[in-house]
């Protein structure tokens, strides 16, 4: 994964951007998933393509070359990279295998040179000379053995002579040095995909009229074969003459004479247009290429049509060439039928599937249009599952950047405005975020009435509440452990949404409508949302405020059966998510042995310092006077380490599968009527 690209400011193309640092900076710290966000024309686009234009710019050789396995900037190119190499570092670690090799050679002045001159450079080097040293030392070591055994073919054929095995030692020693440079390299970015998808796209071909000459047919009137089909994909040709093409001119003295030359190939640009024709490759392809297909259908089959068989076929009819699907035992209709938000995401994400097996850098335009902002939660987590993935998205969605708060460490923001410079010229300024801020929803114009609101909402006490839920929810969804025959699959915010709330402040709350519990220094909580489902912790001592609830919100208020929502992980998870936390040098966590109910109902903080002991894990609860409830001090970070030890729904304690159909029958009596 891409870290950081290094930029550099003097070249045009970056004029018109402001950046902290010297003549080559650094953009980073870049993520799995990074947002670049702005109000129009901030940039961010503009930014985007630059990018995009500069990966493009890597290259490689024959990868069946032996000594070949790195990047390489095309010759004619060099705009920015990803690297900056202490070359006195290199050299100290590349010295000694070096001498080996001119120690074993007749002719050790072939590559001195060269050696020499590296030596003598500037203290550090940015890409393109480190490529360019490799691949000059690449190739004189491979001529220095080529010429160093010119003569001596009778030897080498047995393989137990002194010449034999000295070229063998010339070899290895070659490729531990040039591993030596390959391992100074970040990211290799060898047999990688980079796909440009724009904002304009489409999965059908555009038509045009076979003649301007008037037909017999009034001029309302017409038959589909006075049309053909328009072979060529027009979105991608106009983004590459717009975006990617560079105007050069024939001479110098004759301006008037000039020409594009493409600066990418038109393969890196995806737009829809061409999706007919790679389905009907893979639906005619061998099994293991017909998988990508099969992959593809079953996705859009769980995610998006309540797990109904999905099937997508090439159809020509009247020389007209359209994608159909059929879904489940209805009948097969052409695409276009289906909405334009899910005709939108087959676009976004088709990609993912097709390259699953390449290295695969994708920059989306604004991939928000069309889509609900449940589907937008959709698109996010399916690029997240993608190992082989890292996205650049520009966008104007609060609700891309709502996400990110789930998946911190997977997300990079980065905001761009323009604003005036010293002399009065225009220029972006890019600043690199933290998390989501309330400067950057004022800066993209959200209000609350922008929010789409979902069908219902679930109320939780903390966001290691919702972590936990979201999780169960999956597990029990994916399982179907209760064989259920309509057993639809609900998403986050889209059917349903999670609101937190902070303990005691629920009394600012009156979850009725009824006039007898109407108070006007209370927030009507039904003018939130008018479909709710509270989840409260146990909270003894807190009777009356119990009883309160559960007056007003009826079967949609659950009291948690155990102290707090970590008390509800099973003894199995509890321990592999402590073990998480064990100390350097520890192999293995040994704890006290215990069963759920014995901590169901107590602290759990205070439960996991008695059963860890002392130096196994890390501190992870606090440590106060002996009046005060030990509690664990990162319970965000607790629920991420505990989620990621839960794979199966046996795996949940009766409590939290109990806990978890009601939210599920909850949200599935409010979101009946769309399946």
Avoid at 129 to 144: G, H, I, P
Avoid at 247 to 265: R, V
Avoid at 610 to 623: A, D, T
Wanted: proline share 3%; charged share 30%.
């Amino acid at each position: 994964m891409i870290k950081q690209f290094r930029i550099n400011r003097t070249l045009e193309c970056y004029n018109n951007y402001k950046f902290e640092g010297d003549e080559i900076i650094n953009l980073t710290p870049l993520s799995k998933i990074n947002f670049f966000v702005g109000i129009n024309n901030s940039g961010k686009s503009r930014l985007l393509r630059e990018l995009f234009k500069d990966l493009r710019n890597y290259n490689i050789y024959d990868p069946n070359d032996q000594y070949n396995s790195i990047p390489l900037f095309k010759s004619d190119e060099t705009k920015f990279g990803l690297i900056n190499v202490n070359k006195e570092e290199l050299l100290n670690s590349l010295s000694p295998v070096y001498d080996k090799i001119l120690t074993l050679c007749n002719n050790p002045s072939f590559c001195k040179p060269l050696y020499d001159f590296f030596k003598a450079e500037k203290k550090t080097i940015y890409d393109k000379e480190l490529y360019s040293f490799y691949v000059n030392f690449q190739s004189n070591l491979k001529k220095l053995i080529n010429d160093e055994f010119a003569g001596s073919k009778t030897k080498l054929l047995d393989e137990n002579s002194k010449e034999s095995q000295r070229k063998k030692e010339i070899e290895q020693l070659s490729k531990e040095a040039l591993s030596l440079i390959r391992n100074k390299i970040p990211i290799e970015l060898k047999n990688n995909k980079v796909t440009y998808i724009p904002a304009i796209r489409t999965l059908r071909r555009f038509l045009t009229r076979k003649t301007t000459e008037a037909t017999h047919y009034e001029s309302d009137r017409y038959k589909i074969t006075d049309y053909e089909q328009i072979d060529n994909s027009i979105i991608s040709s106009r983004v590459m003459v717009d975006y990617f093409s560079k105007k050069e001119y024939e001479s110098e003295h004759n301006n008037k004479n000039y020409y594009y030359k493409q600066l990418i190939s038109k393969n890196n640009i995806f737009t829809g247009e061409n999706l007919y024709e790679l389905i009907k490759d893979l639906r005619n392809s061998p099994e293991e290429k017909r998988k990508v297909l099969t992959d593809f259908e079953s996705f859009l089959s769980k995610s998006f049509f309540n797990s109904l068989n999905v099937s997508l076929h090439s159809i020509e009819d009247q020389d007209i060439k359209d994608i159909y699907v059929k879904i489940g035992d209805n009948k097969e209709l052409p695409i276009f039928n289906l909405g334009d938000g899910i005709q939108s995401i087959i676009i976004l994400t088709f990609p993912l599937f097709y390259y699953k097996n390449t290295k695969h850098f994708i920059f989306y335009e604004e991939p928000e249009l069309y889509l609900h902002p449940g589907i937008q939660r959709v698109f996010i987590e399916t690029i997240k599952s993608f190992d082989n993935v890292q996205c650049f998205i520009a966008t104007h969605s609060n609700h891309f950047l709502d996400t990110s708060l789930d998946f911190p460490n997977d997300v990079s923001i980065f905001s761009l405005k323009k604003e005036d410079n010293e002399v009065g010229e225009k220029i972006f300024k890019i600043e690199n975020l933290a998390s989501p801020s309330v400067s950057i929803l004022n800066l993209l114009g959200v209000r609350n009435s922008s929010v789409f609101l979902s069908n219902c909402s679930i109320w939780v006490e903390g966001v290691s509440d919702r972590i936990y839920i979201r999780k169960y929810l999956e597990l029990y969804q994916l399982g179907n452990p209760d064989k259920k025959t309509h057993f639809p699959f609900f998403k986050e915010d889209f059917h349903f949404s999670f609101i937190e709330f902070n303990g005691n402040n629920i009394t600012h709350f009156n979850f009725s409508e009824n006039i007898e519990y109407d108070n006007e220094e209370q927030i009507n909580a039904t003018k939130i949302s008018n479909r709710i489902f509270l989840i409260h912790d146990l909270d003894t001592g807190k009777d009356k405020r119990h009883e309160l609830l559960k007056r007003q919100l009826r079967e949609n208020y659950f009291k948690l059966e155990v102290l707090e929502i970590e008390n509800l992980l099973s003894p199995e998870v509890l321990k592999k998510t402590l073990t998480e936390y064990r100390l350097k040098g520890v192999e293995k966590v040994v704890f006290n042995d215990f069963k759920y109910e014995d901590y169901k109902m107590q602290p759990i903080g205070e439960f996991i310092s008695r059963i860890s002991g002392e130096k196994q894990i890390k501190q992870i609860v606090s440590v106060g006077s002996k009046s005060e409830i030990k509690k664990i001090y990162n319970k965000l970070d607790f629920a991420h380490n505990a989620v990621k030890n839960l794979n199966n729904w046996d795996e949940l304690t009766e409590e939290s599968k109990n806990m978890t159909r009601i939210i599920y029958n909850f949200i599935y009596k409010n979101n009946n009527n769309n399946f």
